[in-house]
């Protein structure tokens, strides 16, 4: 077991040190605690060390957490798949959703979001490696689902997330991310959108994510110890 205190400074520096090699600086890079099936003593603890963008996967675990979670002035980011039924709570309970991968979902949000005084921050998941388990549009529909979504004004698109498969070394790690980082660009240029965000980098691959580019880190276990 390690303390809450250590693991939040040896993720810091990861941070820090991959953004040192990479030429760029860590304040461009917000590490965000995923913490689904970790307890809310854990999430009040990470909050009172000053981390304040949650990450949660599961719709009702979230808004559990949430409730007793409303001193700490957390920002909440959904991260799973998200139910066309579960979208009006998802859109009013979290302040980002990185996981938009069809237009049926956007339009969903954006209705559930209209008369909200912010929009709401919204990734493209894309499934980057093209497996068959894993959620996110195809990299070759996500220029076109980029421009649908830009029509709702109660959605900001900011870029794209993704969830590369598993690789060992951080030389064959960097090429998805790479990938995704073309993309964003190529999207970019394309709408005329400024999309600021690359949400891309686990515990196991933080570093080959930072070295790419990566805006938005998600990191869970590294940092709450292994899930229950
Ligand atoms: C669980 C999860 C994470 C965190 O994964 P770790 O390997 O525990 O850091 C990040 N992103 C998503 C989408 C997840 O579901």
Same mark, same amino acid.
């Given at each position: 077991?390690?303390?809450?205190?250590?693991?939040?400074?040896?993720? %810091?520096?990861?941070?820090?040190?991959?953004? @040192?090699?990479?030429?760029?600086?860590?304040?461009?890079?917000?590490? =965000?605690?995923? $913490?689904?099936?970790?307890?809310?003593?854990?999430?009040?603890?990470?909050?009172? =060390? &000053?981390?304040?963008? *949650?990450?949660?996967?599961?719709?009702?675990?979230?808004?559990?957490? %949430?409730?007793?979670?409303?001193? %700490?002035? =957390?920002?909440?980011?959904?991260?799973?798949?998200?139910?066309?039924?579960?979208?009006?709570? *998802?859109?009013?309970?979290?302040?980002?959703?990185?996981?938009?991968?069809?237009?049926?979902?956007?339009?969903?949000?954006?209705?559930?979001?209209?008369?909200?005084?912010?929009?709401?921050?919204?990734?493209?998941?894309?499934?980057?490696?093209?497996?068959?388990?894993? $959620? &996110?549009?195809?990299?070759?529909?996500?220029?076109?689902?980029?421009?649908?979504?830009?029509?709702?004004?109660?959605?900001?698109?900011? &870029?794209?997330?993704?969830?590369?498969?598993?690789?060992?070394?951080?030389? %064959?790690?960097?090429?998805?991310?790479?990938?995704?980082?073309?993309?964003?660009?190529?999207?970019?240029?394309?709408? &005329?959108?400024?999309?600021?965000?690359? $949400?891309?980098? @686990?515990?196991?691959?933080?570093?080959?994510?930072?070295?790419?580019?990566?805006?938005?880190?998600?990191?869970?276990?590294?940092?709450?110890?292994?899930?229950?």
């Amino acid at each position: 077991m390690h303390r809450i205190d250590d693991t939040l400074t040896q993720v %810091q520096q990861r941070i820090h040190a991959a953004a @040192m090699k990479a030429g760029r600086n860590a304040d461009d890079i917000t590490l =965000l605690g995923v $913490s689904k099936k970790q307890s809310v003593e854990k999430i009040a603890a990470v909050a009172a =060390l &000053g981390l304040k963008h *949650i990450g949660e996967n599961y719709l009702q675990e979230a808004l559990d957490k %949430q409730a007793q979670l409303t001193e %700490q002035a =957390l920002t909440w980011h959904f991260i799973g798949p998200v139910q066309s039924n579960k979208t009006r709570a *998802i859109a009013t309970h979290f302040d980002w959703v990185h996981s938009v991968d069809r237009l049926k979902i956007a339009e969903r949000l954006a209705n559930a979001r209209a008369d909200h005084d912010r929009p709401l921050n919204v990734c493209l998941q894309v499934n980057i490696d093209d497996e068959d388990s894993k $959620s &996110g549009c195809a990299p070759e529909e996500a220029l076109s689902l980029a421009k649908a979504l830009s029509q709702f004004d109660s959605l900001r698109l900011r &870029g794209l997330m993704i969830i590369p498969k598993a690789q060992e070394t951080l030389e %064959q790690q960097r090429p998805a991310f790479a990938a995704a980082r073309a993309l964003r660009d190529d999207i970019a240029s394309a709408t &005329g959108h400024p999309l600021d965000t690359l $949400s891309m980098g @686990m515990s196991a691959d933080l570093e080959a994510a930072v070295a790419e580019g990566a805006t938005i880190v998600r990191i869970g276990t590294a940092l709450f110890g292994s899930r229950h």
